[in-house]
């Protein structure tokens, strides 16, 4: 795990929970992150991408992510909503990151930040979403 790439994830996630809360724009969540983190210590490009892309396509995410939680979106504890959303986002835009690295990733994030346990719920959604969108890969044992 690139330690750059995982801190881009973590602030990404912190930008997410921000931005359910307060529902800023995307850029205006990110340029406040940027203004106040050391940039060398995180992939900038990552985070930003990450970041503007669960908000860009926040329905889409939802939408494949409901079926999958065995309860509302909206009962969800807001950390893990922000996690499960950005796992979901890597799965389907990031193909070169193996689902693997892509679902352990935020599961250590889960168990940084998350409820007592929650990164078992992490882990399910996120395993879950990646047998469906997938195959090929699982399939091949990468």
């Given amino acids: 795990?690139?330690?750059?790439?995982?801190?881009?994830?973590?602030?990404?996630?912190?930008?997410?929970?921000?931005?359910?809360?307060?529902h800023q724009a995307a850029h205006e969540v990110c340029a406040q992150f940027l203004a106040r983190e050391e940039r060398k210590t995180f992939t900038v490009s990552f985070f930003t991408e990450l970041v503007q892309g669960v908000v860009e396509q926040r329905e889409v995410l939802d939408e494949r992510l409901q079926p999958l939680l065995?309860?509302?979106?909206?009962?969800?504890?807001?950390?893990?909503?922000?996690?499960?959303?950005?796992?979901?986002?890597?799965?389907?835009?990031?193909?070169?990151?193996?689902?693997?690295?892509?679902?352990?990733?935020?599961?250590?994030?889960?168990?940084?930040f998350g409820a007592d346990?929650?990164?078992?719920?992490?882990?399910?959604?996120?395993?879950?979403?990646a047998k469906a969108n997938r195959e090929v890969e699982i399939a091949g044992g990468s």
């Fill in 1 to 22: 795990m690139s330690a750059k790439r995982h801190k881009a994830r973590v602030l990404a996630m912190q930008a997410i929970y921000q931005w359910q809360l307060n």
């Fill in 70 to 112: 065995g309860r509302s979106l909206e009962g969800l504890d807001p950390v893990e909503k922000a996690i499960i959303r950005l796992g979901a986002y890597e799965l389907g835009n990031h193909l070169d990151v193996p689902y693997r690295v892509v679902i352990n990733e935020w599961v250590e994030v889960a168990k940084e």
């Fill in 117 to 129: 346990q929650g990164h078992r719920f992490v882990n399910g959604v996120l395993d879950k979403l």
